[in-house]
């Protein structure tokens, strides 16, 4: 993948909602990308098993979730990515996306990395908020152990204090160094983790300056960027998404960045039986 296309866009709502809202978000996003000549990978995830408060909308549950995204995958026709919490759910889950993600939260959790990657799908390993772009190696080795290296790296942002991230733009170069393709997270990476009284809360008038100086540096393959049609009425992480609306406009940056950048310096995302 990536052989004809200056980069990849991994998008879409961060929970599945709804299926009418993924299968149009999907539509737009694969719309957009094509017609910007950008690889779309539609993204939304069936459980976050990760919200701050118990009562936080989680998502419809494995089962319900991936009947939604194998008719996302059929009828919009490009390929999906969704994460998983537990190593009983990667098997399942393999079946039916294109890419599994382990969540930043969890790189670290070896059952988790190892059960992901023994699927033999590319696996979107997101760099922990706590780690160094350096340790990821570790990470990915574990994964590599299985015999699948169809391993990709996400930078998200690196604790700053509390209720803050910082991007180090050096890291997405480090990450690089370690043979994988590397993708840039534009919007979670303007979160604010647990800052709005129970919920995280987010600075998304940052997405386009990172989004913009992450491409600059000739190392990312792909873009990760939640959008929804409308955020302040998204269920999860609203406050740093991208409101879909914008997209085409972030992508018109983006490419004309990579019309400038060397040729060839991008490594390609691995190939999914739903890929260009």
């Given at each position: 993948m990536l052989k004809n296309y200056p980069f990849a866009l991994i998008s879409g709502s961060c929970v599945i909602e709804s299926e009418q809202l993924c299968l149009d978000v999907a539509g737009e996003v694969a719309r957009i990308a094509k017609q910007l000549g950008v690889l779309p990978i539609f993204k939304a995830s069936?459980?976050?098993?990760?919200?701050?408060?118990?009562?936080?909308?989680?998502?419809?549950?494995?089962?319900?979730?991936?009947?939604?995204?194998?008719?996302?995958?059929?009828?919009?026709?490009?390929?999906?990515?969704?994460?998983?919490?537990?190593?009983?759910?990667?098997?399942?889950?393999?079946?039916?996306?294109?890419?599994?993600?382990?969540?930043?939260?969890?790189?670290?959790?070896?059952?988790?990395?190892?059960?992901?990657?023994?699927?033999?799908?590319?696996?979107?390993?997101?760099?922990?908020?706590?780690?160094?772009?350096?340790?990821?190696?570790?990470?990915?080795?574990?994964?590599?152990?299985?015999?699948?290296?169809?391993?990709?790296?996400?930078?998200?942002?690196?604790?700053?204090?509390?209720?803050?991230?910082?991007?180090?733009?050096?890291?997405?170069?480090?990450?690089?160094?370690?043979?994988?393709?590397?993708?840039?997270?534009a919007t979670h990476s303007v979160q604010t983790p647990g800052g709005a009284g129970g919920a995280s809360g987010g600075t998304p008038e940052f997405i386009f300056p990172l989004a913009r100086a992450a491409a600059a540096t000739g190392a990312v393959s792909a873009f990760f960027v939640e959008t929804h049609p409308k955020p302040a009425e998204a269920l999860s992480d609203g406050p740093n998404m991208l409101p879909l609306s914008l997209l085409p406009n972030l992508l018109e940056e983006l490419v004309k960045i990579y019309e400038a950048l060397p040729k060839g310096k991008t490594k390609p995302l691995p190939s999914t039986s739903n890929g260009e």
């Amino acid at each position: 993948m990536l052989k004809n296309y200056p980069f990849a866009l991994i998008s879409g709502s961060c929970v599945i909602e709804s299926e009418q809202l993924c299968l149009d978000v999907a539509g737009e996003v694969a719309r957009i990308a094509k017609q910007l000549g950008v690889l779309p990978i539609f993204k939304a995830s069936y459980d976050k098993a990760n919200r701050t408060q118990l009562e936080n909308f989680r998502g419809p549950g494995r089962e319900k979730g991936l009947q939604i995204l194998a008719k996302v995958r059929k009828e919009i026709g490009i390929p999906v990515l969704t994460d998983i919490h537990l190593p009983e759910d990667a098997a399942p889950v393999a079946e039916v996306v294109d890419f599994l993600q382990i969540p930043a939260f969890l790189c670290r959790q070896t059952d988790l990395v190892v059960a992901a990657a023994k699927t033999g799908k590319p696996v979107n390993i997101k760099k922990g908020q706590f780690m160094a772009p350096e340790d990821m190696a570790y990470i990915a080795q574990k994964a590599v152990s299985t015999g699948n290296s169809k391993i990709m790296l996400t930078e998200r942002g690196t604790t700053f204090g509390y209720h803050d991230l910082v991007v180090d733009m050096r890291s997405l170069l480090r990450l690089a160094e370690l043979g994988y393709p590397v993708v840039f997270d534009a919007t979670h990476s303007v979160q604010t983790p647990g800052g709005a009284g129970g919920a995280s809360g987010g600075t998304p008038e940052f997405i386009f300056p990172l989004a913009r100086a992450a491409a600059a540096t000739g190392a990312v393959s792909a873009f990760f960027v939640e959008t929804h049609p409308k955020p302040a009425e998204a269920l999860s992480d609203g406050p740093n998404m991208l409101p879909l609306s914008l997209l085409p406009n972030l992508l018109e940056e983006l490419v004309k960045i990579y019309e400038a950048l060397p040729k060839g310096k991008t490594k390609p995302l691995p190939s999914t039986s739903n890929g260009e």
